[in-house]
């Protein structure tokens, strides 16, 4: 499978296409999924800290056996580690748990809190080559200018956000694409959302290029310019998620998809309180 690959403002190329391991324990089945992912020729691989799983994604991309240099990793540092010191420990504790003398691509996980400390720990750890590309998530238009002066230095190569069908982002794409900082989706699929599945549209298409929903969802998200890595534990889910280079989406099969936008998500980052409650939902140091 050739994926292609988008440029970042850094000059990185990252794949274009990868596996997110979101809410798949860390039991053996991350291990599973992502060895199984690898083995079908995904080369992007999506993790964080506070998905408690790292150490088997490391795990199975050594056991892969395919050159580190082929790999795209990408973690994530979480709201509890954003203190200086806290971050530089984090992102030294998080090579040594994957296995990994670098990382692809490191993120803000949650725009909240000491991210400008956070941003100088992986300013320089950039420096220093622990990690080639840093970036956030969760950013929306209000909480990006908030936070834009802590960027002075080095611009976020990308922001990570929920993007599917139903929300588009519209406003909080203009300004990243004025900043040139690339689009990630989290959610493609809109986490399996039963209803964006059965729209007719996307039904319509699947049964024009004898694909299934899933596919013309990433397919629709690809041509939009995003960089998307679903989830599935499910190895034909896998597989079948990855097989959307080989046909392409009109531009009135576009607009027509980009007309299911209802122009709001799942999660609201700039609601009042979410700092706290993502920080009771997820303690990275329940165990320290
Ligand atoms: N930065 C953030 O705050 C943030 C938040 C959420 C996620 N993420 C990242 O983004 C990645 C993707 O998002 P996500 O995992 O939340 O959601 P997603 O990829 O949109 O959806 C995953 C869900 O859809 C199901 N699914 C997968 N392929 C399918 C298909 N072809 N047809 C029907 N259902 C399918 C999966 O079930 P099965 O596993 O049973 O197949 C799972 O329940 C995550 O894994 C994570 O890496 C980041």
Known sequence: MQIPTFKLNDGHEIPSFGFGVFQIPADGSTYQAVLSALKLGYRHIDTAEAYFNEQEVGKAIKDSGIPRDQIWVTSKLWLQDYAYEDAKKTIDNTLAKMGLDYLDLYLIHQPYGKVDEAWRAMEEAQQAGK??????????????????????????????????????QRPLRQIMAKEHVALEAW???????????????????????DKNVGQIILRFEH??????????????????????????????????????????????????????????????????
Do not use: C
Request: hydrophobic share 40%.
């Open 187 to 209: 959610a493609p699929l809109g986490q399996g959302n039963a209803d964006l599945f059965q729209e007719p549209v996307l039904q319509r298409l699947a049964k024009k290029y």
């Open 223 to 288: 041509q939009e310019g995003v960089i998307v890595f679903p989830k599935s534990v499910h190895e034909a889910r896998i597989k079948s998620n990855a097989e959307i280079f080989d046909f392409e989406l009109t531009s009135d099969e576009m607009d027509a998809i980009r007309g299911l936008d209802k122009g709001q998500g799942m999660h609201d980052p700039d609601a009042p309180g979410v700092a706290d409650s993502l920080l009771s939902a997820f303690d990275v140091h329940a165990n320290d």
């Open 131 to 168: 990690l080639r590309s840093i970036g956030g998530s969760n950013f929306t238009p209000k909480l990006w200018a908030k936070w834009k002066d802590a960027f002075a230095n080095v611009t976020p190569a990308v922001n990570q956000v929920e993007f599917n069908p139903y929300f588009q």
